[in-house]
C-alpha cells in the first residue's frame, strides 16, 4: 500500500466509486468519508476496519456488490491510505491537518462546502458511540455538529455571511480540539 495523501485522480476515483455504490443511507462523496474518517481517528476506542467499511455504506446489508474483486481491493486501498494519512497528520503534524471540504462555484464565486464534511464527521461519532463530553469541548463538537445536524439547517439559514464564514472556520480547530482529548482520554485509560 502507498503512504502519504491521495492524489486528485485518487480522490476523484474514490468520490466516483462512493457515488457509483451509494445510497441514502451511504457515504456519498470523499468529503463527507473524510469527515467520518477524522472522528472515528479521534474516536476513544478502537473502531475495526469492517465496522467503519460497512457504516460507508450504510450498514452490512448494503455493502456493495463490486464489479471485480481489483475494484474493491482498490477502495479499500486507497481509503485505508486516506485514512492514514489523516492519522498522521493528527497525530504527528497537527498544522498540516485541513478537513477535506468541497468547493462550488456560484457566478465567478467560490464557495467552501462544509455540510458534507460535518456529516461524514457526526456519523463516525455515532459510530465510535461517544456520548460525554466535559463541558469545555462541547463547543468544539457544537461546532461540527451546526453543520452536520439536519436539525441545525434553519439556524444556518438565519445567520449573516460573516457569522456562516466564521463558523466554518471553527471546525478544524474543533476537529483537532477533539482528537487532543480523546487521544489523551485513552492514554490514561491505557495507563491506569
Not at 448494503?62 to 492519522?87: G, K
Not at 468547493?103 to 462546502?113: F, P, S
Not at 461524514?120 to 463538537?141: D, F, H, K
Amino acid at each position: 500500500m502507498n503512504h502519504g495523501p491521495l492524489n486528485e485522480e485518487e480522490l476523484e476515483w474514490l468520490d466516483d466509486t462512493l457515488t457509483k455504490y451509494g445510497s441514502d443511507d451511504s457515504v456519498l462523496d470523499v468529503s463527507e468519508l473524510d469527515g467520518m474518517l477524522t472522528a472515528i481517528l479521534s474516536a476513544p476506542k478502537m473502531i475495526t476496519l469492517a465496522d467503519w467499511q460497512a457504516a460507508v455504506w450504510g450498514g452490512e446489508k448494503q455493502l456493495p456488490h463490486w464489479e471485480s474483486a481489483q475494484e474493491q481491493q482498490r477502495f479499500n486501498e486507497l481509503a485505508s491510505q486516506h485514512m492514514n494519512d489523516i492519522a498522521e497528520r493528527l497525530c504527528h503534524a497537527p498544522d498540516q491537518f485541513e478537513p477535506l471540504f468541497g468547493y462550488r462555484e456560484v457566478d465567478g464565486n467560490d464557495y467552501t462546502i462544509v455540510e458534507e464534511w460535518c456529516f461524514g464527521y457526526m456519523r463516525g461519532v455515532a459510530l465510535s458511540g461517544i456520548t460525554a463530553l466535559p463541558e469545555t469541548l462541547q463547543g468544539a463538537l457544537e461546532a461540527i455538529a451546526l453543520h452536520g445536524e439536519e436539525a441545525n439547517i434553519a439556524k444556518l439559514e438565519q445567520m449573516t455571511e460573516e457569522e456562516y464564514e466564521t463558523s466554518q472556520a471553527a471546525i478544524g480547530p474543533a476537529a483537532l480540539e477533539l482528537h487532543r482529548y480523546w487521544q489523551a482520554q485513552s492514554a490514561t485509560e491505557t495507563v491506569h
